[in-house]
Nanobody, 117 residues
Framework: QVQLVESGGGLVQPGGSLRLSCAAP????????MGWYRQAPGKQRELVAA???????NYADSVKGRFTVSRDNAKNTVYLQMNSLKPEDTAVYYC???????????WGQGTQVTVSS
């Protein structure tokens, strides 16, 4: 059983920042595409940002210029730096580790991000 351990969610005011972290087992981290998804109440889960093992990134249009995904291979950890947060960013954020050929993937348990004044 592969566990992805997320941390860093919480309550923040509009315009504020948060950084999410996701730690994965070292045995898989180096080859996996690491991604962040989110799901707001009543909505489908959507891709927020993804980062391949080679360093290529992909962002949802709604977060471009505000969110940055990065990885620390020495710590087997992927980060999502979220700046200029908006109320519409409120959701449960999930970490995902996907095999680059799509053979399998794993999910974290989710962390709540609430943007509210």
């Amino acid at each position: 059983q592969v566990q992805l351990v997320e941390s860093g969610g919480g309550l923040v005011q509009p315009g504020g920042s948060l950084r999410l972290s996701c730690a994965a087992p070292g045995s898989i981290f180096s080859i996996m595409t690491m991604g962040w998804y989110r799901q707001a109440p009543g909505k489908q889960r959507e891709l927020v940002a993804a980062l391949t093992s080679g360093g290529s990134t992909n962002y949802a249009d709604s977060v471009k210029g505000r969110f940055t995904v990065s990885r620390d291979n020495a710590k087997n950890t992927v980060y999502l730096q979220m700046n200029s947060l908006k109320p519409e960013d409120t959701a449960v954020y999930y970490c995902n580790a996907a095999h680059p050929m799509g053979y399998y993937h794993y999910w974290g348990q989710g962390t709540q991000v609430t943007v509210s004044s």
